[in-house]
């Protein structure tokens, strides 16, 4: 009866920015379908509130998420899978218009780097552990792990991770590209909360179109991703925000951005 007391996603805002705090620490917050649901709802629901700019999501306790719940995997067939995709929830999280920082805490393993990925950029503590182990299991990575991690790192150390499943530092993974900052462990929240507090404090229109416009780099030709970033640079100068941020430069003084 009291199961929901604690919720699966632990919700805080301070000022434009929501922090998730993905909360199934006895499990290593292993994602299950109730806690992707929980994830991509609160994502979905402050997309769509103006007094939010900016997203940080981490985990509770040692891990950020050590994977797709391997318990509710196991009896799995084909066919369940075929039938009903456990995790179309994290489709979601692709269309959410707002940066989202991973801000990883520990343990980011198979599902659990595979969502670090889904977010715009990482942020990890000096003790975050990084890895697509599922080879382990006798599967492979199935939440975008093959495709984004390979954008991010290059396809030799892609093949080492997924062929090996081993598990890299956060320093390493950092080197590799996977991993834009690494800080102390006690730093991580207020580091990624400060960052994106900062891309907060930015016209919201444009941080919308540059964080589309990366993505592209992943998703499209150079062909098209180039054409698409030029329109959208274009773009930005028929906003409002455009006007005032050249305006303040040339003035030497801090821009009031309007998201217009
Ligand atoms: C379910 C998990 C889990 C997982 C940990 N736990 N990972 N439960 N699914 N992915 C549970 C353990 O069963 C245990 O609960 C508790 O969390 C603590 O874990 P321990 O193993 O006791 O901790 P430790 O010895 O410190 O080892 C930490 C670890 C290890 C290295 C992270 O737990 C581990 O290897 N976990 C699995 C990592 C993994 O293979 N992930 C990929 C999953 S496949 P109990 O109650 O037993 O004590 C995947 C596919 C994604 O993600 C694609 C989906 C479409």
């Known amino acids: 009866f009291c199961q929901g007391a604690e919720p699966l996603v632990k919700i805080a805002q301070n000022g434009a920015v929501v922090t998730l705090t993905m909360n199934r620490p006895k499990a ?19 997309d769509a509130d103006s007094s939010v700019n900016a997203f940080v999501l981490t985990g ?34 692709r269309q959410i218009k707002k940066p989202i920082i ?75 590209g996977l991993v834009a900052r690494v800080v102390k462990h006690e730093d991580l929240l207020k580091v990624a909360q400060e960052t994106a507090a900062l891309i907060a404090s930015y016209s919201q229109i444009t941080v919308a179109l540059a964080k589309d416009c990366v993505n592209k780099s992943l998703e499209s030709s150079l062909n098209d991703a180039l054409a698409y970033e030029k329109r959208s640079f274009h773009a930005t100068f028929a906003t409002e925000d455009q006007k005032e941020g050249m305006k303040a430069f040339v003035e030497k003084r801090a821009p009031a951005f309007k998201n217009q």
């Open 28 to 46: 290593l917050n292993a994602l299950n379908t109730a806690i992707a649901a929980e994830l991509a709802a609160a994502l979905v629901k402050y």
């Open 60 to 93: 509770e306790g040692r891990a950020f998420v050590a994977g797709a719940d391997i318990k509710m995997m196991a009896p799995l067939s084909f066919a369940d899978w075929h039938k009903n995709d456990l995790f179309i929830e994290f489709e979601k999280v």
């Open 102 to 176: 991973a801000a990883v805490n520990g343990f980011a393993l198979g599902g659990g780097c595979e969502l670090a990925m889904l977010c715009d950029f990482i942020i990890a503590s000096e003790k975050a552990v990084f890895g697509q182990p599922e080879i382990k299991l006798g599967t492979i990575p199935g939440l975008g792990g093959t495709q984004r991690l390979t954008g991010l790192i290059g396809k030799a150390k892609a093949m080492e991770w997924v062929l090996t499943g081993k598990q890299y530092t956060a320093e390493e993974a950092e080197r590799a």
